[in-house]
């Protein structure tokens, strides 16, 4: 490439009010954009700061913010968890079944049909959980404690309710996935013809092309959607508030009726009826969620966007 | 209204990139100029640089002097909006506005820049100019109908009424006739030869034998080399260019020996 | 659909160029078949241990792939059959996601017809203990909570496409592109403490207001509609801006009269899927505005009922007896599963039908 060393600076080109204004104000929203995310995190440390600097013992707890969110830390952590080890290989299965398994003018529909996952409230999960899904857990929990009691999972005792903590994971499961397998089905069909026309020309089967051409093109697309799930299964508010029956404390057992919160369902149930310091604690709870959300979705979006760089189809 | 163009000593970056360089060129009034060349020889971007089309891409500037009748175009004090208005452009594929009708991407230019004309007069300017494109007999009877619903060639020309509809005074044609059949390209050649009675048309061409029945004149860029900046090599009357050309390399361009 | 994409060749001549090996396949109906035997196994089964029709479908439906994997296996060779048994599982994995949707659709439905009277739409809970009452105030509190939401998003956010995409190189829309990014994964409870913590600096600690709800909800909604307006502006081919520039049209005019009626349609879409996005939302509602028993219309002063909010009020705190605010809450989620499946309709007519015609 031929480059000149120094170019003689251009004059800035005339424009015309009309140009000025309108890409000020666009810019001007970019930056509000920009403003308002400081200002999340900004105005959340400010309302989080008294809980940091009170003594612990003015706290709800009594023993300061740390100890007072990390149970809660665990219990989103484990919620989401376990969402995410359902959601992923079904969403993965379905991502295939819509991209290479039925014929092109079906998948749109079917596709449609699965979005459709994503656009209930979370609200009415909630409801479904705690009326209709829940109850009808409560037989295989029963039968999980007599018959795989000795894992600790589901030591029991189990839940006559069915909320527990495994069903409000399989609730935030049908929740994230549409998300998990709307990115697999992107990242499914923009597999390069070219490597699957190969797979199929060498006499692989309908599977071994996938294995051979899809699969390894797709599995960065996985992980981001996967980890995209996590970041929304964390947030999730209201159905776990609903569904799950929480006493506090760590805990590991998936079946029974003594289950840890979780930062966003404790701060939906707390707040309303919080005044002063509880308040400021639940903030505090709120920031340590963002950070972690925070975390979470750049690693997804990182592990998404490499994927453009070396995907091989450029 | 048709005039004349003067380019001195032109360079055109892109960035640090020197894309063209040290083109000299005088372009004469009604008449039809054609630059031909291999691809990638900087002549598109040295068509864009008559209108200031190349400054759509961030970071493009250039070096030197474009003058129209003793109009600099790239003085300080020159909006690239209005030199626009002044040289006209038509591009490869046809590019009609989805969301507008017929009548609606004629009066386009007219309309976007808000200039008020009275219905009479903007009927009066829709027929004047799909005449001058030799499409109104084609299409008269379905003016509100979308423009995308045209056939290639009737685009094109739909196109060159809408570039004409804002009287400009020079025409630039970036390989016009390249995403079209044979017969719609004799359409668009025989629309060009009344043009240019009008205008001042410049066509970018990758068709030598377009270049030959069309054109006044021929300007051949080519590559000093690879990774080197593309340059007007030899800019004649187009006879000469195709029987008896001055640079050895034209020669080898035109009669297939390039390479 | 398996069984018939590659079917061997009928018959095979041995030329010159030596014969096609043959593998067998099973007919088309010879699939199926295995399956039933193993599914009906499954249901034999389920009946002998006690039958329940959870149970039978599950056996059945496990007890019909293996069957066809190991039928397949023997007759078929080990490729075929893993194909098959993938080909199985996909499916039942689309199956499978189907149950929560039909099962959740099928619960609200049908728990929630019970107060679908004229009561609940025009009638608020102001002096309603038990019997009776309706979600008028919140249903009105949700529509304006939603509109004023998309008066401060929608702007905003094609904005901020139009510049990402129009004015976009650099460094600060780099930043603001991957800002959004972190904004669409921010919880919606955190957006909610956001806007609590930003009003209660101007309005002292407890503030509830609609506003407070709208900001929190634009904050959600924001990002969305920046995200589906670039993915729309990014569709409108450069040749219908360089026309437009060629033509001597400023560019803020190309933006306006060219690139954003080309797109309308997508916007529309994209807007439209943005709002039936927030209109659910409660957490950040929850902390925002609160709830309240009477109508409130005045998003500047108070608490405002907001629809999701109050069908989670009326089944946690139902009071005495319950039945009466539990029906009401199934009612509220009723109505707010229509609005969003409305609005995701909607969504779609407006690209069908509003997109640029193109054709001849």
Known sequence: ??????????????????????????????????????????????????????????????????????????????????????????????????????????????????????????????????????????????????????????????????????????????????????????????????????????????????????????????????????GRALGETLAIALVLSISGGISFNLISNTNPGTIAANIALQFPESTGLDVNTLIASGLVLFVITLAVNMLARWVVNRRADFSGAN | ??????????????????????????????????????????????????NRMHEVVPGARIEGKVVIDGQDLYGSDVDPVDVRRQIGMVFQRPNPFPTMSIYDNVVAGVRLNSTKLKRAALDELVERSLRAANLWTEVKDRLDRPGAGLSGGQQQRLCIARAIAVEPEVLLMDEPCSALDPISTLAIEDLMTQLKERFTIVIVTHNMQQAARVSEFTGFFNLAGVGQPGRLVEFNPTEKIFSNPDQKSTEDYISGRFG | MSTSTSPAPATTSAGPLG???????????????????????????????????????????????????????????????????????????????????????????????????????????????????????????????TAVTAVISVPVGLLTAIYLVEYGHGKLPKAINLLVDVMTGIPSIVAGLFAYALFSLFFGPGVRLGIAGAVALSVLMTPVVVRSAEEVFKLVPNELREASYALGVPKWRTIVKVVIPTAIAGLGTGITLAIARVIGETAPLLVTVGITAVTNLDPFNGRIATLPVFAYYQLTRPGVPPEFAVDRAWTAAFILIILVMALNVVARLISRFFAPKTGR
């Open chain 1, 1 to 230: 490439m031929t480059t000149t060393s120094a170019p003689p600076p251009q004059p800035e080109p005339k424009r015309r009010v009309g140009d000025r204004v309108f890409a000020g104000s666009a810019k001007g929203a970019g930056i509000l954009i920009l403003v308002v995310l400081a200002g999340v995190a900004v105005f959340l440390v400010t309302e989080a700061w008294p809980a940091f600097t009170a003594s612990p013992a003015d706290l709800a707890g009594g023993e300061g913010v740390l100890s007072y969110v990390a149970p809660l830390v665990f219990g989103t952590l484990l919620a989401a968890v376990i969402a995410l080890l359902i959601a992923t290989p079904l969403a993965v299965a379905i991502a295939l079944f819509i991209t290479y398994y039925v014929p092109r003018r079906l998948a749109a529909g079917l596709g449609y049909v699965v979005d459709l996952l994503a656009a209930i409230p979370s609200i009415v999960y909630g409801f479904w959980g705690i009326a209709a899904l829940a109850p009808a857990l409560v037989p295989f929990y029963g039968w999980a404690e007599r018959n795989l009691g000795f894992i600790p999972f589901f030591a029991g005792p189990a839940s006559a309710t069915g909320r527990t903590m495994l069903t409000a994971g399989l609730v935030l499961a049908v929740m994230i996935l549409p998300i998990i397998s709307a990115i697999s089905r992107e990242v499914f069909s923009q597999a390069p013809l070219l490597h699957r026309e190969a797979a199929l020309a060498l006499g692989a089967t309908r599977w071994e092309m996938i294995t051979m051409a899809v699969l390894p093109y797709g599995k960065s697309g996985i992980i981001g959607g996967a980890m995209l799930g996590l």
């Open chain 2, 1 to 50: 209204m048709a005039k004349r163009i003067d380019v001195s000593d032109l360079d055109i970056y892109y960035g640090n990139f020197k894309a063209v360089e040290g083109v000299n060129i005088s372009i004469e009034p009604r008449s039809i100029t054609a630059l031909i060349g291999p691809s990638g020889c900087g002549k598109s971007t040295f068509l864009r640089s008559l």
């Open chain 3, 19 to 145: 014969s096609i090996s043959q593998h067998r396949r099973l007919p088309r109906f010879g699939a199926a078949g295995i399956f039933a035997v193993g599914a009906a196994a499954g249901i034999m089964l389920s009946a002998v241990t006690g039958f329940a029709l959870v149970l039978a479908a599950i056996y059945a439906v496990v007890l019909g792939t293996a069957g066809l994997h190991v039928g397949s296996r023997l007759l078929e060779g080990r490729r075929t059959a893993a194909d098959r048994l993938v080909t199985a599982l996909v499916r039942i994995a689309f199956a499978l996601a189907m149950v929560p949707l039909v099962w959740l659709v099928w619960t609200v439905v049908s728990k929630g017809t019970a107060r679908l009277d004229g009561a609940f739409f025009n009638q608020s809970m102001f002096g309603i203990a038990n019997e009776g009452g309706g979600a008028y105030h919140a249903i009105m509190g949700t529509l304006i909570i």
